[in-house]
């Protein structure tokens, strides 16, 4: 449908009021912009094309916003961290099959991160489809993300996208959340219902994620723990910074004196740079503590499944868990006390049962810990003042983590390997939800879908540290940065190459290693061709120099810091989960 048609749609419907008229008209387009906007939906991520465009055209004349992007993928991710930043299903539209697909590892992405996302696909004809007879982008699509996320749901009468719409985001933000898929045939759109009917087939959900609070018995279960620990740890993972309840976890905290970890995006949820933050002496804590309360946080590969060197001597810990999903308990190890419901109610409940007579940890302990931190501070701090040129990681971190600590408000973006693996234990963050990252997969290419869609949900400048590897993956969309005007700036750790710029072909042929890209590149040039800042940074002074100009401008901009090719280790910090072949030696 033109726009031309939705007003004519709804001139009908203006007059209709008198008798005898025939009934004013509305259709598929129409519901579905209805649908999201009554439940409080205001941007759509997308990449337009058949049959889609016209709902984009759409919604932007109904007041939401669109942001276009470039691929599908990268349009994906943003709906999935809009989601993680809000509370709020992100809703992302594609067109049919290649769209869908392209779509559909972000969609997979926000399921395994536990983000509420929404993928919205156009799909080919059912009946088509379903005889295989070979339609324009034929693929069922509903089979096909079924496996991927946490529910799918097909819609075939424009009466049903209300309902529709309103399952779909109940099933997203509801106990665990994740992303859900829903199917819209082209031939819904244009689908005519009477606009009476259809104005009553809309739902607004109500308490969509509803409190789920946890059984007093299982938090008396995990204050006795506590109380009897000598070694006591608190782990913070990103569904505690997803759950919003930052001043009850600050006041758990500080009431009960415990030390704590935060995971790399519960970073900021409490300031790295807080007292009881064991962050600085993160190895010491994870082996030696002898009760540790994992908050929104999983015991996956990320921890270590739980056991292992990291976890010190096999049994040696007792887990307490808080979780919404009753399933994650004991996934890796016996969590001996399971607290099962939404982080606010449970964190709440747990406050209200420390009592006044609640003791701090043992001094030995907190001493212990606080000794590990400033020994690993102190031997870190003249790494981080490297003037080297050209830089290496330290030195253009160091740079870096003085601009962040500046303006705390920003947002950052991280992705890479080692680029990655170094930022999140040199850059602190002061506040909850400003660290977004390659998650639970670690996952490269979020980068720029990350990047627009913190921008646009939050306003706040946003800082992205890219690997020039990971940044391949998204890196056209500067142009929507430029394109949409967003306070972004992206600064590109660039030593030419995967992990390194050094590999060369063992063969001594013209083709270039795998592992490398084009030397002395300019990624600064990509932003200038689309009319923003580039900047092209050889020492840590003019690093820092060019970000603080860019944050403080709020124009788009790109740095092209220049890394020493040699700086950087096989696979960042998780060179072990890479089998290497023991009769070749495969990295120099
Ligand atoms: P990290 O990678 O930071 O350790 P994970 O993604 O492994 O974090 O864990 C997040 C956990 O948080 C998931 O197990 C998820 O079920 C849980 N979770 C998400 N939102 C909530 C919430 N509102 N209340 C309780 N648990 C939540
Ligand atoms: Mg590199």
């Known amino acids: 449908m033109s726009s031309a048609v939705a007003t004519a749609v709804k001139n009908q419907a ?61 349009a994906g991710n943003a709906a999935a961290i809009a989601g993680f930043l809000t509370k709020k299903p992100g809703i992302c539209l594609t067109v049919s099959a290649p ?171 409490l300031p790295d740079t807080h007292p009881q933050s064991a962050g600085a002496a993160r190895s010491t804590v994870l082996k030696d503590a002898d009760v540790v309360m994992l908050v929104g946080a999983r015991l996956n590969w990320l921890l270590s499944h739980g056991k292992g060197k990291t976890w010190g001597e096999p049994g040696s810990k007792k887990f307490i868990q808080i979780d919404i999903e009753p399933r994650e308990m004991d996934s890796n190890v016996e969590i001996v006390a399971p607290v099962v419901g939404d982080i606010g109610s449970c964190v709440s409940a747990l406050l209200a049962g420390l009592g006044d007579k609640w003791q701090a940890p043992p001094a030995d302990w907190i001493n212990t810990i606080n000794t590990k931190k400033e020994a690993n501070i102190s031997k870190m701090a003249p790494k981080l003042m490297s003037n080297a040129s050209p830089m290496n990681f330290h030195g253009a971190l160091g740079a870096l983590r003085r601009v962040t600590a500046e303006r705390q408000d920003a947002i950052l973006v991280n992705e890479g390997a080692n680029t990655l693996d170094l930022a999140r234990g040199i850059i602190d963050m002061y506040q909850p939800r400003k660290r977004l990252d390659v998650g639970t997969w670690g996952v490269m290419g979020i980068g720029m879908g990350y990047a627009v869609a913190a921008a646009v949900e939050t306003g706040k400048p946003v800082l992205a540290i890219e690997g020039d590897s990971a940044f391949g993956f998204s890196g056209m969309e500067v142009e929507t940065i430029c394109r949409y005007k967003l306070p972004v700036c992206v600064v590109i750790f660039n030593n030419s190459g995967i992990y390194r710029g050094t590999d060369v072909n063992p063969t001594g042929g013209d083709d270039p290693s795998p592992m490398v890209f084009a030397a002395n590149s300019r990624y600064d040039k990509m932003m200038e061709a689309f009319g923003g800042v580039g900047v092209h940074v050889t020492n840590p002074d003019e690093l820092y120099r060019a970000v603080s100009e860019a944050m403080d401008s709020g124009k788009p901009t790109l740095v092209n810091a220049v890394i020493d090719p040699a700086a950087g280790t096989e696979s960042g910090n998780i060179g072990s989960l890479n089998p290497t072949s023991s009769v070749r030696k495969a990295a120099p």
């Open 99 to 269: 769209g869908f697909l392209n779509g559909l590892t972000a969609l997979a992405n926000a399921t395994t991160n536990c983000f509420p996302m929404i993928l919205i696909s156009g799909s080919s004809e059912r009946e088509i489809v379903d005889l295989q007879q070979g339609d324009y982008e034929e693929m069922d699509q509903l089979a096909i993300a079924k496996p991927l996320c946490k529910a799918a749901f097909r819609v075939l009468h424009a009466e049903d996208i209300g309902i529709a719409v309103a399952r779909a985001i109940r099933a997203a933000v509801s106990g665990r959340p994740g992303g859900v898929y829903l199917d819209l045939p082209a031939k819904l759109f244009s689908q005519v219902v009477e606009i009476e009917a259809g104005r009553k087939s809309l739902v607004k959900v109500i308490d969509p994620a509803p409190a789920q609070i946890p059984a007093p018995s299982a938090v008396i279960r995990a204050l006795d723990l506590l109380k009897g620990a000598k070694r006591p740890l608190i782990v913070f993972g990103k569904g505690a910074a997803y759950a919003q309840a930052d001043d009850e976890i600050r006041a758990l905290v500080e009431k009960s004196g415990l030390p704590f970890l935060q995971m790399s995006m519960a970073k900021g949820l």
């Open 14 to 74: 203006a007059d209709t009021s008198q008798t005898g008229a025939p009934p004013a008209l509305t259709d598929g387009f129409q519901l579905v912009i209805d649908a999201l906007k009554l439940n409080g939906i205001e941007n759509l991520y997308s990449v337009p094309g058949i049959p889609i465009s016209d709902l984009l055209r759409l919604a932007q004349a109904e007041g939401l916003r669109v942001i276009s992007f470039r691929h599908e993928q990268n």
